[in-house]
């Protein structure tokens, strides 16, 4: 089952509630009513759509970078020292299919990078027209590139399915197959050259044993050229070679949780996040699925060459990437703190997400939370600075801010 986009269902219409609501809420201007960099050519009108005509306040402590995305998922650094974020787009005009949570769902090719220069805040979109699959008029809650990562200086792209993969032939639309797939980019055309086909994993072996889904989610490259992918759908890790040899490297099992009603349920682990540590090991967070109990998801850490998962970290809630800083420490973004289940459109507290700092030391301190509504992707910089995309499921109103320190420099990594 594809947790994920079940768990944005039930976020979409609590989070549009909360932005159209917010007190003082104002267009895409930042609190200082600074200017805030905009995408321009996204598929969702201003017109179209009313999630980008009143923004909620900038989490506490931050700075808008970019604004007006579509979907923003996860978010890397380049050799060239700017930021690449995924957009997985708006949906487009068909053909349609429902959805998880019973909502029309309908393709197109909407999906897109956009390349952000720190240095002089300039932006665009270097890849547009990938496939991108979202909420009928509205484009929210969408499927599309869901995370970009550099092996020396090649970018790649890796898009989802968040279905039984069998079924991605009847949803292809007018041009070449993408849904599930890992792809090389080449930033200058913009064109997508295929290098493996993650989901077909699932559709052949099924590693985890359970009902056919994939949906390819997280993406990050290792010290020896090839790729690793976390396919939520599959609960599978999954390493690429440059020839497109797919090797399985870990299977996430099932965990027995307490249900809403008192009884005993499987849930499956929903491994959405990887990044490559500091000792070559990889740390995979987790999702989690339903019930998504607070406090009930962990990193993992996995052997480089692959083995069984052992738990690095715990006592998160519903986590959507992780990331490591200069300093060895862990990053953990939280997509909603409160579970999902709690999620209370009265209370928009309730949708807020958090950045926790895992030290080298084990310890755990909150970096954000207050205002981090629907958190989705998170990057540290070079020089440590700390960069998250928010309002993950709209269309048109995704932002990417970077926190700042208390003497308002850029926020880094204790020492």
Known sequence: ??????????????????????????????QDASPVATIEGSPVTVEASPVVTAMPPVPDGAEVVVAGLDNPRHLVFGPDGALYVAEAGAGGEGPCVEGPEGDRE???????????????????????????????????????????????????????????????????????????????????????????????????????????DSNPYALDALPDGRLVVADAGGNS????????????????????????????IPMEAVPNAVAVGPDGDLYVGQLTGFPFPAGGASVFRVPAGGGEPEV?????????????????????????????????????????????????????????GPGLIAPSGLAVAPDGGLYVAYLSVASGAGTVVRFLAPDGGIATPAA
């Open 312 to 368: 690095f970290a715990e006592g998160f809630t519903n986590i959507i990437d992780v990331a490591f800083g200069p300093d060895g420490s862990l990053y953990v973004l939280e997509f909603n703190t409160g579970g999902l289940i709690n999620i209370d459109p009265a209370d928009p507290t309730t949708l807020e997400g958090r950045l926790v700092r895992v030290g080298p030391d084990g310890g755990q301190d909150e970096i954000a």
């Open 237 to 264: 890790l999954l390493a690429v070679s440059a020839d497109g040899a797919i090797e399985t490297l870990a299977v996430f099992p099932e965990t027995m949780q307490e249900a809403p009603d008192g009884s005993e």
């Open 106 to 212: 309908c393709y197109g090719r909407s999906s897109a990078i956009t390349r952000v220069d720190l240095t002089t805040g300039d932006h665009e979109r270097i890849v547009e027209g990938v496939i991108s699959r979202g909420i009928e008029g509205s484009g929210e809650n969408a499927t599309g590139i869901h995370d970009v990562a550099f092996v020396d200086d090649a970018l790649h792209a890796v898009i989802g399915v968040g279905a039984d993969p069998n079924t991605r032939a009847e949803a292809e639309i007018e041009g070449p197959p993408q849904l599930g797939r890992l792809f090389a980019v080449d930033t200058e055309s913009g064109e997508l050259a295929e290098v493996a086909d993650i989901a077909g994993v699932e559709e052949r072996e099924n590693p985890d044993g359970g009902i056919a």
């Open 1 to 30: 089952m594809d947790w994920i986009r079940i768990a944005r269902s039930l976020v979409v219409s609590a989070l549009l509630a909360s932005i159209l609501a917010a007190p003082g809420a104002g267009g895409v201007l930042a």
